[in-house]
């Protein structure tokens, strides 16, 4: 046959094979970690572009070492560090000063563009729960109690005194109101996230949230309709309903988007459709909780500080318009398209 | 027990194939450390919210402000800050983790092998929000005034379970959350490149040599073992299959020489079924022809 290869021989290169490039793996392991523990900008300009040519040669040693050597340790050595210098390279390029940034300018009014038509049947489900609310209560006042936690309406029933509702509107500072407003604001955080949340059981859940709310909206407005208030509550409700309902109708579409994509998951799987889905929901939901957070701060000041009505539609319209332009009309152009 | 751990490591194994074509295989997570790390950082987050208050307590205090209703609501709203912002900015950073997943060598990756972008980093902790925090909240909330009936603490208690236990009934190990933003959780261990141990000799190793014979004994999966021992520091282990190997090929080793002679063996055996490699054979196991 062919000339035997000496045992000895094969011992000998395969040592020479691992002495000779061992300074490369530990000059990678070095500057792995230094760009690790800090920053990139810890390397200088000549370390940086050696990382990818020493990236490479580990690469192919650690081929080579899988098809010619049979030392587990270096082998294991070998693809660790082949792994850590593979999620250097390739894994996120910015920082996260950048990336935020990046969020603000682009992931999150692109999200919100992506999601319109899961927002405007959001609306409209609110609009209808606010109609059948409204026509229930007025139908038959004890709906009401049905319809309105205790808790949440505070003694505002249809029984209430028109002196001591329109007081309730204005009186900011002390008293139940401000109590209220806490609770309402948790409840509403508690509502957008689990409308967004329960999206998972194919979007039913977040269907009957949304109609439940605009149920309660519209027998609140009942209220103060029949008490020919409608003008003072609108003012009261917009300030910060406009970004509140809002951000809540947003919660739900990334509900709906979610759970439809489950249930009709087109050529994907279903698997990856969920995935896909829910990267979109997550921005549009970062954004909507920032949402909550500036209704909160309307409602928590603005309402306690203005007691106009004129100005209390102002605001709330400019904010809206505000939300509307940021979203819809503002396009970054970012050059390239993400998917 | 050593064997079911390397199949539970096997199945753990998922490739990765590099754009330059290497598979680098990667091992996903298991649920008790991810737990582990989980607890870690919760733990973290608890440490950093009661300094927080206290500075805010006795801040407000040392200004004569006496009033508990806004360090209340200030408290609430911060804790809910401070835990996202903690696992959000500790994984868009490059390294992909928070404190505790660095304790456990672990990091936060994108199943489909791209870069982790920042919307998957949100994704996956948002839902964490749901499958722990709001239960737990809401549970906590009815508990502390007095209203937890029975049956929405056991709805409470089954939420939380059912996500807790959904890493456990798939195979990838994702939380509903990895399953929404398409990632995984892997182990990114940190080695150091052990010794070669063919490079050991001294004279009492180098007076052993074997025959072909004595070498066709074992194939790679035992040499794996051998080198396994011979880099743990089991002695027990070590002599007990030092025996086992002096019996089997018929070499008397003398009891005090018992790991001279496994390194002296598995030195040859390793350059003999290196040779064969090259040669094109690969002997898997013992009982491989």
Request: proline fraction near 3%; aromatic fraction near 10%.
């Amino acid at each position: 046959m062919n000339a035997p290869v000496s045992v000895d021989g094969v011992r000998q290169s395969l040592a020479s094979f691992r002495s000779e490039r061992e300074r490369d793996w530990k000059a990678f392991e070095e500057l792995i970690a230094r760009a690790e523990k800090r920053s990139p900008k810890a390397l200088t300009d000549e370390e940086l572009l050696s990382l990818p040519v020493l990236y490479r040669s580990t690469l192919s040693a650690l081929s080579v070492a899988r098809a010619t050597s049979l030392d587990n340790g270096l082998i294991a050595y070998l693809e660790s560090l082949s792994l850590r210098g593979y999620f250097y390279l390739y894994g996120a390029r910015r920082g996260l000063i950048e990336r935020i940034a990046d969020f603000f300018v682009h992931d999150w009014p692109s999200a919100i563009r992506d999601l319109w038509r899961e927002t405007l049947a959001s609306v409209a489900l609110m609009v209808l729960g606010f109609v059948a609310g409204f026509r229930l209560v007025a139908f038959d006042k004890t709906w009401y109690d049905a319809i309105i936690p205790a808790d949440l309406a505070g003694g505002r029933g249809p029984d209430a005194s028109v002196e001591w509702l329109r007081q309730g509107l204005y009186d900011g500072g002390g008293g139940y109101l401000s109590t209220f407003a806490a609770y309402l604001f948790t409840h509403n955080v508690q509502v957008s996230i689990l409308a967004f949340a329960l999206g998972f059981a194919l979007a039913v859940p977040t269907v009957l949230l949304i109609l439940m709310n605009g149920c309660i909206l519209g027998a609140m407005f009942y209220v103060f309709w029949s008490k020919g208030l409608v003008y003072e509550f609108g003012g009261w409700l917009f300030i910060h309903g406009s970004t509140e309902l809002f951000a809540i109708c947003i919660a739900g579409a990334a509900g709906m988007r979610i759970g439809t994509r489950i249930a009709f998951p087109g050529s994907l799987s279903r698997i990856k459709a969920a995935a896909k889905a829910g990267r979109v929901a997550a921005s549009a939901m970062v954004g909507v909780a920032m949402m909550l957070m500036a209704a909160g701060l309307l409602e928590g000041f603005g309402r306690q500080l203005i007691t106009s009505d004129g100005l209390r539609y102002l605001i709330g319209g400019s904010f809206l318009a505000l939300w509307l332009a940021y979203f819809y009309l503002v396009q970054a152009d970012t050059g390239d398209e993400k998917t | 027990m050593a064997r079911s751990r390397h199949r539970e490591a096997a199945s753990r194994l998922r490739s990765l194939v590099t754009p330059e074509g290497v598979d680098l295989g990667v091992v996903l997570a298991d649920a008790g450390t991810r737990a582990g790390a989980f607890l870690l950082d919760a733990f973290f987050i608890m440490i950093a919210g009661f300094l927080i208050s206290l500075v805010a307590l006795f801040g407000l205090g040392g200004l004569g402000i006496d009033s508990r209703e806004p360090i209340a609501v200030v408290w609430i709203v911060l804790v809910f800050f401070l835990r996202n912002a903690y696992f959000l900015a500790f994984e868009a950073r490059r390294g992909a983790r928070t404190l505790g997943k660095r304790i456990m060598g672990l990091r936060v990756a994108s199943r489909d092998g791209s870069g982790l972008a920042i919307d998957q980093v949100i994704a996956r902790n948002l839902m964490r929000e749901i499958e722990v925090f709001l239960p737990l909240s809401m549970l906590l909330a009815r508990a502390g005034t007095g209203v937890a009936d029975t049956l929405t603490t056991m709805f409470g208690a089954a939420w939380a379970l059912g996500f807790a236990l959904f890493p456990l009934f798939n195979r990838d190990r994702m939380r509903i959350g990895d399953l929404l933003a398409g990632t995984w959780v892997i182990e990114v261990p940190k080695r150091t490149l052990a010794e070669d141990l063919t490079q050991r000799s001294d004279s009492i190793i180098r007076a052993f040599r074997f025959t072909p014979e004595q070498l066709d004994v074992y194939g790679i999966a035992e040499l794996h073992k051998l080198e396994e021992i011979l880099r743990g520091d089991n002695d027990a282990a070590l002599s007990t299959v030092a025996k086992a190997i002096g019996d089997k090929i018929g070499v008397p080793y003398g009891d005090d020489r018992a790991r001279p002679f496994l390194i002296a063996y598995h030195g040859e055996l390793r350059a003999y079924l290196e040779r064969k490699l090259l040669l094109g054979k690969r002997r898997i196991n013992k009982h491989d022809a």
